[in-house]
């Protein structure tokens, strides 16, 4: 609906399994960025591409590690994870300007169970 | 810290009723942005405001700003059930990187 779609919208893996959480924008926008929601904090920013380069890594662990293949598509590839890394991840778009931000268009989100 | 903070965690209203939900944040800002969120999806863009403007209206959306304050205020008028969701305010800071407050968790019972 908001053209930010996510895949997948569930997934429960091992601490020791591999995966990647996709989302894909049909907005035409230039950044992406990768968002976690846990439950009652505030929704914490991980990674933001602009133009296909990364622009920031908010000191996040590197079992998570984001790929930009081009402007409409993003990866969140997750290793070895723990269980406090289950969270809702959330992919968002926007057209950004030289320092401002204007309005992100939200994925769905992927529900991500770590056992 | 966080740079935006609502106020109040939780509202829970009758249908009809209009809600009213606060914003403060701390550092200088070029726009400020509310998001609306259901139970477990993504956020959606509710309205922006810039930091020049101060008051702006979307169908039942009333939202105001006040610089000197730093706060914002969203009211939603004559609300419905349909309204139920966290709502979460957005600072765009004139330094740094968009940043979300924790939410107002808003339930309207019909």
């Known amino acids: 609906e908001t053209g930010v779609t996510q895949t997948p919208r569930h997934l429960v893996m091992g601490m020791t399994n591999k995966k990647s959480l996709k989302c894909e924008q049909h907005?035409?926008?230039?950044?992406m960025y990768w968002y976690k929601q846990s439950a009652k904090k505030p929704l914490e920013l991980m990674f933001v591409?602009?133009?296909?380069?990364?622009?920031e890594n908010n000191s996040v662990p590197s079992r998570f590690s984001p790929e930009c293949p081009n402007s409409s598509h993003l990866f969140l590839h997750l290793h070895t994870l723990q269980p406090e890394d289950s969270a809702l991840y959330l992919c968002?778009?926007?057209?950004?300007?030289?320092?401002?931000?204007?309005?992100?268009?939200f994925g769905p989100g992927t529900r991500l169970l770590v056992l | 810290s966080q740079q935006g903070e609502e106020d109040p965690q939780a509202l829970s209203i009758q249908e009809g009723e209009n809600a009213t939900m606060n914003c403060s944040y701390k550092?200088?800002?070029?726009?400020l942005q509310w998001y609306r969120q259901n139970s477990g999806r993504g956020l959606v863009h509710l309205i922006l405001?810039?930091?020049?403007?101060r008051e702006k209206h979307s169908g039942r959306l009333r939202v105001t700003l006040d610089t000197s304050k730093k706060s914002s205020s969203l009211l939603i008028t004559a609300s419905r059930a349909a309204d139920t969701a966290s709502y979460f305010c957005?600072?765009?800071?004139?330094?740094?990187?968009?940043?979300f407050g924790q939410g107002t968790i808003l339930t309207v019972h019909p």
């Open positions: 405001i810039r930091s020049n403007e």
């Open positions: 957005a600072t765009d800071p004139i330094y740094g990187k968009l940043t």
């Open positions: 907005l035409g926008h230039n950044a």
């Open positions: 550092t200088s800002i070029n726009n």
């Open positions: 591409y602009s133009l296909e380069e990364r622009v």
């Open positions: 968002a778009s926007s057209q950004a300007r030289t320092g401002k931000q204007e309005t992100q268009y």
